[in-house]
């Protein structure tokens, strides 16, 4: 009996089907949906559902562990911008931004600068420089923690040594210098990152413009208005953004620090929205409030994929 090669084993397609299919795939471009739809699903269960969830929660609310979930609408919004505690959160979290995203940016563009230039030792110190970055965030939430201590950490200790102060300061525990302690060790963790982000791109630079600029008698202060900042704007944008976002979203360095003391002094929006839900248990508020800063987040992370976009084209 002669054997038929192209039969079909259990409904298997033939080596020439196959083919097809492949071509098939290859023509009309949908060949890469089969190997995206494991992360499309994955995000769904893990980003989408839980934005959707929320934003559902938003418009109920329930009485202490009660099941049964009432219609409110937009109550829960209107409760909380009128709740003078929502607008204290939100004036914390924009002087937060405001200051680490700053800071972080003028030493991160200065160091980049400085390891710009060629000089003995610069690839030792530029790997000690990032060590902050990569320190682990309650790792380094914690020894600052005890570095701030008002009877033994070691900051008091050596400012007395140098004369600039007399007797202890209580750094996280005085409303007044509290989120300024926390904004100094945000900045000492995050701006490695904005240095090596900014460095690459000055390493981008042709460096036929500078040669070109020094022989029209350019100095360093034209060369850096003229020449630097603009061949430098598309990734110091792409940059501020991203720290934005992820000073927007920052939980973990305040909680371990101070929990948002004292007298809600370094309360931030995220604390405050762990405060309602797992301390007050107005889950339905918090979920209102996590839904306003999701929105507030939206729109930076908008002009961030717009802006890489139009990188992208360029």
Known sequence: MELDLNA?????????????????????????????????????????????YQAYLSLFRSAFFVDHLEF???????DT?????????????????????????????????????RFFGRGLLRALLLVPWIVPVVVAASTWRWMYHPDFGVINALMRQLGLIEQNVNWLGN?????????????????????????AGLQAIPR???????????NILHTFRFVTLPAMRAVSVVTLLLLIIWTLNSFTIIFVMTEGGPLRSTEVMSLYIYRLAFRNFQFEEAAAVAMILFFVMLVFSVFYIRRLYVKEQD
């Open 208 to 218: 036929q413009l500078y040669e070109a600029a020094w022989v029209d008698g350019a």
């Open 81 to 117: 911008f009128s709740n003078p505690q929502f607008w204290h959160a939100m004036w914390r979290m924009t002087i937060w931004t405001a200051a680490c995203v700053s800071l972080q940016f003028v030493l991160g563009f200065a160091a980049a600068i400085v390891f710009n230039e």
């Open 72 to 78: 409110v609408g937009l109550r829960n919004y209107v």
């Open 8 to 52: 079909t084993i259990d409904g298997a397609p033939t080596p020439e089907r196959a083919k097809g299919l492949r071509r098939w795939f290859a023509r009309s471009g949908r060949g890469g949906i089969w190997f995206v739809a494991p992360a499309i699903l994955v995000l769904l269960l893990v980003v989408t559902y839980p934005i959707l």
């Open 175 to 199: 409303p007044d210098l509290a989120l300024w302690s926390v904004v100094v060790v945000n900045v000492w963790k995050m701006f490695p990152f904005v240095m090596l982000m900014l460095l």
